[in-house]
């Protein structure tokens, strides 16, 4: 069966500190990993996936399948990166649901 | 353009009622999914469809569910006789294509049954 586990519910930074929202998954097989970010009064929006390597606002993931783990980061933590954080995954093939984890609340203070 | 919707926002429903919650997904999109978030948990996966086909229904928790989207493009989540386990937020997304890359969701409906 494959899970997606983040085991901090709540991620407490001040303005300019760096932040790391963790994320472990099990899967056999070889998933697509994504983080999806909900901002207050506004749906549930894709951040990043593994597969584009790509950082958006200022964020970056790497997918670790030694340690089976897909952690955000950013460097320097901004206010309006309080949000809710989920960690998803999928398979590869066909249309591929998504198993989404219980959601990390950031909450970066001035 | 426009984005997902769903309707109602809200719904209170008595226990034992039946309740419809509706989905437009954006207009040419092929797949829809319907997800259910209980307070606190993320988001877990109901249904999928492809165009009025139903694919997958092995996340609809009952056989009180029922969802459809006859004509492939609104589809409507129906339960019946509702129970307290059901209060959730029900989110809708919809993708061009069957890969999860591009879901884009809805802004839910969040059902409260008392």
């Known amino acids: 069966a494959q899970r997606v586990t983040q085991p901090e519910k709540l991620l407490s930074v001040f303005k300019g500190a760096p932040v790391e929202l963790k994320c472990n998954y099990s899967y056999s097989g070889s998933p697509e990993l994504f983080w999806y970010v909900q901002y207050s009064r506004q749906r549930l929006q894709l951040l990043l996936r593994?597969?584009s390597r790509e950082s958006i606002k200022g964020f970056t993931a790497d997918l670790n399948k030694g340690e089976t783990s897909f952690h955000l980061k950013k460097p320097f933590a901004q206010e309006e990166d309080s949000a809710m954080y989920y960690c998803?995954?999928?398979?590869?093939?066909?249309?591929?649901?998504?198993?989404f984890g219980k959601g990390t609340m950031l909450l970066v203070s001035p | 353009g426009a984005g997902v919707s769903q309707s109602p926002r809200y719904k209170v429903a008595k226990r034992g009622q039946d309740v419809a919650l509706r989905c437009d997904p954006i207009s040419g999109h092929v797949s829809l999914f319907w997800y259910q978030q209980a307070l606190g948990q993320g988001p877990e996966f109901l249904t999928y469809?492809?165009?009025?086909?139903?694919?997958?229904k092995s996340g609809l928790p009952s056989d009180r569910f029922f969802a459809e989207r006859p004509e492939g493009s609104v589809s409507t989540l129906k339960i019946q006789r509702t129970q307290q386990e059901d209060s959730a937020v029900y989110l809708c997304a919809s993708s061009s294509s069957g890969g999860p890359y591009e879901q884009y969701f809805g802004p839910g409906t969040r059902l409260t049954v008392t």
């Open positions: 469809f492809q165009n009025e086909a139903q694919l997958d």
């Open positions: 593994h597969i």
């Open positions: 998803a995954l999928s398979g590869r093939s066909g249309y591929s649901t998504l198993t």
